[in-house]
């Protein structure tokens, strides 16, 4: 995506679509910045397409759905830290490599980790891992990996917002 319908002379204000602009990417007029993979990414984002547009108008402007259009951030941070979490639960508490077996486990599971409370998954996940030769502390690997991510990702959330106010500022 190119912000070069931003660049039409001096704008009074203006909207920013953050799903559209954020989808495959976006040019600013000085580079290529590409989707956005984790919460912070997100953020830093959405500050410098501010910043941008900035630069080409005097009015006033707005993300006036910026909650939702940070959520897949914070979606894609939680899968992030969840697969990482899951790696170190298998690691310490199986004694086999968790690298190895969370990146199996990930390409097999057709359903994806969430951060609303969801036993589908969690019932493909214990059923994924025992196939992958995890058949000892399944519920404890589980509940670990889903804990910590959730701890993680409201951490880096909270980072994120922090940088993106700084960054406006």
């Known amino acids: 995506h190119d912000m070069d319908f ?7 204000c203006c909207q ?3 799903d559209k602009l954020f989808d495959g990417g976006f040019s600013t007029g000085h580079g290529f910045l590409r989707e956005p993979n984790s919460i912070m990414s997100y953020g830093a984002l959405a500050a410098i397409a ?13 993300i006036p759905n910026f909650d939702y259009g940070m959520a897949p951030g914070v979606a894609k941070s939680y899968i992030k830290h969840f697969y990482h979490n899951l790696a170190k639960a298998i690691t310490l508490l199986v004694k086999l490599d968790g690298e190895d077996i969370a990146t ?7 359903l994806k980790p ?3 409370k969801n036993e589908a998954f969690e019932e493909q996940l214990k059923e994924t891992l025992k196939a992958n030769k995890v058949d000892k502390f399944v519920d404890e690997i589980v509940e670990f990996a889903i804990t910590s991510a959730y701890e993680e990702t409201d951490r880096e959330t909270y ?8 960054n406006l500022n």
Do not use: P
Not at 6 to 12: A, E, K, Q, S, V
Not at 160 to 165: C, L, N, P, V
């Open 6 to 12: 931003l660049n039409m002379g001096t704008l009074t």
């Open 16 to 18: 920013i679509n953050l």
């Open 50 to 62: 501010i910043q941008s547009n900035q630069n080409d108008q005097h009015g006033g402007q707005a």
């Open 104 to 110: 199996k486990v990930k390409g097999e599971m057709r």
């Open 114 to 116: 969430t951060l609303d």
């Open 159 to 166: 980072q994120a917002m922090e940088a993106f106010i700084h």
